[in-house]
C-alpha cells in the first residue's frame, strides 16, 4: 500500500515529482565536488591527506546511514531533510574558510552526515508515492534524478572556474539550489499532511528492531543486498580507477567514457522506464549481469579512444539496466511498511562499495597489482552476482508457489 489514494494509480503524483526535484537539487550539490582532490591541491592539503579527505564525505554516508534508517519514516522525514538542507548550506558555505586538514576532517564528517541524512529521509519518503505495479518505472525516473546533476554540472563548474578565484566559491554558489528544494518542501509538507490522513498507522510509523532483524533473516532480501554490494564495489572500481588506467595506456579522453556511458543510463532509463514492469526483471538483471563480465574482463584490454568509447555504451548499456531493475525488484519483495528501510539499506550497500573499492583497490595497486586485475576481479564479483541471482530466482519462484498454494 503506497500513501496516495489506491484508486489513482498514477506514478507521477505531485508528490513523486516534488521528491525527485528535492533528489536533482541535493545532488546538484555534490556533483560539484568531482574535483576536491584537485581543490585540495591547490589550498596546500598535504598529498597523504588528499584521498583521505576525498572519501571522508562517503565513509563517514557508510558508517552513520545503518544509524539512520531505524530512525526515518514517514512522519519524521520532512524534518530531517530540512535539518539536512540547512547543515549542507551551512557546510557548503565553510570550505572557502576551512583549509586545515583537522578542520576539513570535521567539516567532512559533517557533510557526509548531512547528505546521508537528506537522502536516507527522501528514500524512505519517496518509496510511498511508487504505485505496487510501477516500481520499475519509478526507480528508473528516481535514478534520472540522481544521474543528471554528475551529467550538467561538472561542464558548469568547469565554465565557472573561470570567473572565480576558486571551487570553494562555486561550493558557496550551489547553495543557492538548496533554496528551491527548501520551498519544495514547504509544498510537499503540506499535502502530505492530506496524504497521510486515514494510512494505517503501521505504514506510517518507525519500524521496530525486531521487524528489522525479521526482515534481513528473509534470504531474498540479504541476497538482493549481497548483489547490490558488488555491483557497486564493481561500479566504484571503474569510477575511481578507469583515469589511472586510460592514463597507463596513454588513452586520452576518458572523461567521455563516464559522459557516454551516463548518456546511455539516462536515455535508457527515461525510454525504458516505461517497459521496465513489464518485463521479468528477475530475468532481465541475470541477462545483462552475466553481459557485464565480459564487459569489466574486457576493460583491462583496452588500447585506444574507439574501444573505450564502444566499451563506455556496453557498461552503460547493462548497468542501465541493473541497478534501478535491482531496487525494484527489492521493491517488490518486501513489506510495504520496510520498504523505505531496505531501499535505504541498499543505499548503505552504494556506500559500502565507494568505500571498499578506493580502500582495496588502492592497496591492490600499491602492492604491484595491475588496473587490469581490477576490472577482471570485479569481473569475477559480478559473476558471483549472477549466481546469487540464480538462487533468489528459485526462492522466489517456490515462494510464488506456496502463495499460490495458500
Not at 547490490?228 to 564495489?233: D, E
Request: aromatic share 14%.
Amino acid at each position: 500500500m503506497s500513501l496516495p489514494d489506491q484508486n489513482d494509480q498514477k506514478l507521477f503524483s505531485i508528490e513523486f515529482l516534488l521528491l525527485n526535484l528535492i533528489i536533482f537539487f541535493s545532488f546538484c550539490n555534490m556533483a560539484v565536488f568531482y574535483s576536491f582532490f584537485d581543490y585540495l591541491g591547490r589550498i596546500g592539503i598535504p598529498a597523504d591527506w588528499r584521498g583521505f579527505l576525498v572519501g571522508l564525505e562517503p565513509m563517514s554516508a557508510f558508517l552513520l546511514r545503518l544509524g539512520a534508517v531505524p530512525l526515518l519514516h514517514a512522519k519524521n522525514a520532512i524534518a530531517a531533510m530540512i535539518i539536512a538542507l540547512v547543515a549542507i548550506m551551512v557546510v557548503l558555505c565553510s570550505y572557502g574558510w576551512v583549509v586545515s586538514v583537522h578542520g576539513l576532517i570535521i567539516l567532512r564528517v559533517i557533510h557526509g552526515a548531512a547528505f546521508v541524512l537528506l537522502v536516507s529521509a527522501a528514500m524512505a519518503l519517496v518509496v510511498y508515492f511508487i504505485p505496487e505495479g510501477k516500481s520499475g518505472q519509478g526507480f528508473g525516473f528516481i535514478s534520472v534524478s540522481v544521474l543528471i546533476p554528475y551529467a550538467i554540472m561538472p561542464p558548469i563548474t568547469e565554465f565557472l572556474k573561470a570567473y572565480t578565484r576558486n571551487e570553494a566559491w562555486i561550493y558557496r554558489g550551489v547553495t543557492i539550489l538548496a533554496i528551491p528544494a527548501l520551498l519544495l518542501l514547504v509544498v510537499l509538507k503540506k499535502r502530505l499532511n492530506r496524504a497521510l490522513a486515514g494510512v494505517e498507522g503501521v505504514l506510517v510509523r518507525r519500524p521496530e528492531m525486531n521487524e528489522i532483524r525479521k526482515n534481513l533473516k528473509d534470504t531474498r532480501i540479504s541476497i538482493l543486498l549481497c548483489v547490490n554490494l558488488f555491483i557497486y564495489v564493481s561500479y566504484a572500481t571503474v569510477f575511481y580507477f578507469m583515469k589511472g588506467y586510460a592514463a597507463a595506456n596513454s588513452i586520452g579522453g576518458v572523461g567521455w567514457f563516464f559522459t557516454i556511458a551516463t548518456l546511455v543510463m539516462i536515455v535508457l532509463r527515461l525510454g525504458g522506464g516505461l517497459f521496465f514492469d513489464k518485463i521479468d526483471k528477475t530475468r532481465m538483471i541475470q541477462v545483462f549481469t552475466i553481459l557485464l563480465v565480459p564487459c569489466f574482463l574486457t576493460f583491462g584490454h583496452i588500447r585506444g579512444n574507439s574501444m573505450l568509447y564502444l566499451m563506455a555504451g556496453c557498461y552503460g548499456l547493462c548497468i542501465g539496466f541493473i541497478l534501478p531493475l535491482l531496487n525494484a525488484l527489492l521493491f517488490e519483495i518486501s513489506a510495504a511498511e520496510l520498504r523505505g528501510v531496505n531501499v535505504n539499506l541498499a543505499l548503505f550497500a552504494m556506500d559500502a562499495g565507494f568505500f571498499l573499492s578506493p580502500w582495496l583497490g588502492g592497496s591492490l595497486i600499491a602492492s604491484g597489482r595491475s588496473f587490469g586485475f581490477l576490472f577482471s576481479l570485479c569481473g569475477g564479483f559480478v559473476f558471483v552476482n549472477f549466481l546469487l541471482l540464480v538462487v533468489f530466482a528459485g526462492l522466489k519462484s517456490r515462494g510464488a508457489q506456496r502463495a499460490v498454494a495458500g
